[in-house]
């Protein structure tokens, strides 16, 4: 029988394992964010390697932790968040390395879900005499990987909706004023957002209302900068928008319907946009749920939306929204403001869309901006 002394010390590394493997989160797509941590129990239970999937995916986790460790590996034990990998690709497979370097023993979180492991890996491990145990802190690794279990099992992103709001939920003030509605140390929040997602999506209104430049701007993440999205039926988007001007360096695409001027979306292309033709919906706008599984093909893997009133009310209206955060500041617009959420024809209380708070915080003592996490109830 396993000892509790024992088992805690399994999760102590595990969790040690999460943590290291979200450095990666809006940096890997369409990969997972995964870590591994190598520990030698007869070397006083010190950790020996440690390891994070790097940028655009490639090494993977167990490769930086074996590398790291060097000598040190063999008869280590192995806490891994997500499946080794069992497939031939850029890199020979993490299975195959974990076995080559001497690893007696294996945790793995939880199981991936891409066809081309989703047992194998662990299969090879076990065949080779490791033992792998699997399962621990499973619920805490699923989640730190939702985007990429749900564009493996679902066929799009994982989305996150941002919205910073007054107490009665106006985004303006009755002259169209926005900025800024919650403090600094908020924004610094929806920049941190930013830099875990792979890309952020927006409205041409937005774009030609605010002129964002949609980039993580705090210092030393400006790298982690998402993919910015423009959904534009009729390509308003100004060429001498900052979001365009910034395209060399950081992506942007922008979503149209099919059969728009060759010369405008030329020019857009010229100034390093990625146009992008999408299908419309019977009410003659593009089609939500369909430009979530284009962007999910292209590998995104966590979008993250940032917009005015209609595009937020369309991603509710389509049921799409998994995680919201929503910063509120202590202020009171009144009747004329306008709002985060339009109609959602919505007439009776039992068909109200339905969330589970997981988080509140306090943002900033000063300004007395809050922070809400919701959950979609399944």
Not at 42 to 59: A, E, F, H, I, K
Not at 303 to 325: A, C, P, R
Request: hydrophobic residues 40%; neutral net charge.
């Amino acid at each position: 029988m396993v000892n509790s002394e024992s088992q805690q010390v399994d999760i102590d590394h595990m969790r040690a394992a999460l943590q290291i493997a979200g450095r990666g989160l809006g940096n890997v797509w369409p990969n997972p964010a995964v870590g591994c941590v190598l520990v030698r129990e007869d070397l006083s239970g010190n950790v020996v390697g440690r390891g994070w999937t790097q940028p655009t995916g490639r090494p993977h986790a167990e490769t930086v932790a074996i590398k790291n460790a060097g000598k040190l590996c063999r008869g280590a034990t192995a806490y891994v968040t997500l499946e080794p990998c069992a497939h031939e690709g850029e890199t020979p497979p993490c299975a195959e390395q974990l076995i080559d370097a001497g690893i007696s023993k294996i945790f793995v979180a939880t199981i991936d879900p891409d066809e081309r492991v989703s047992g194998a890996g662990i299969a090879r491990l076990r065949s080779s005499g490791i033992s792998v145990i699997v399962g621990l802190l499973e619920t805490e690794a699923r989640q730190l990987n939702e985007g990429f279990f749900h564009r493996v099992e679902n066929d799009r992103p994982y989305v996150i909706m941002k919205l910073a709001t007054t107490m009665d939920s106006k985004i303006t003030a009755q002259n169209g004023e926005s900025q800024w509605i919650t403090g600094e140390q908020a924004r610094r929040r929806g920049h941190l957002l930013r830099a875990r997602c792979d890309a952020i999506i927006t409205g041409v209104g937005t774009v030609i209302a605010d002129n964002p430049s949609m980039t993580c701007r705090l210092p030393g993440l400006e790298r982690c900068s998402p993919i910015r999205i423009i959904l534009d039926s009729h390509l308003r988007t100004p060429v001498a928008a900052k979001i365009v001007e910034h395209s060399h360096r950081f992506p942007t695409w922008i979503i149209t319907r099919a059969n728009q001027p060759s010369s405008r979306a030329d020019e857009l292309i010229s100034n390093g946009c990625n146009i992008i033709e999408a299908e419309i919906d019977n009410k003659g706008l593009l089609d939500i749920a369909g430009i979530c599984r284009i962007i999910a093909d292209k590998g995104v893997t966590r979008l993250l939306v940032e917009g005015g009133s209609k595009l937020t009310t369309s991603f509710f209206k389509t049921g799409l929204v998994d995680e919201l955060h929503w910063f509120r500041a202590p202020k009171l617009l009144g009747s004329g403001g306008g709002e985060a959420i339009g109609e959602m024809n919505i007439n009776n209380l039992k068909d109200a869309l339905l969330f589970d708070r997981t988080t509140v915080r306090s943002i900033d003592k000063d300004s007395g901006d809050i922070e809400e996490i919701f959950r979609r109830r399944k």
